[in-house]
């Protein structure tokens, strides 16, 4: 019995979604760093490795 559950995972969304998506915060976390903004920054890379994760 295959059991429901959230479906927005690299199935969810196309692996190209993720690493456009993975790419877009890569970039914002380093403009982030660069601008100062170093908290900021870091959690946007985290949230860009958390996407890069969906494409491999």
Do not use: C, H, K, Q
Not at 10 to 34: D, E, K, N, P
Not at 47 to 54: D, E, G, M, P, S
Request: charged content about 5%.
């Amino acid at each position: 019995m295959r059991e429901s559950g959230w479906e927005l995972g690299a199935t969810g969304l196309g692996r190209v979604s993720w690493a456009i998506l993975g790419a877009f915060l890569a970039a914002l976390g380093v403009v982030l760093l660069l601008s100062g903004y170093s908290g900021y920054g870091a959690i946007i890379l985290v949230l860009a490795a958390a996407a890069f994760v969906n494409v491999a």
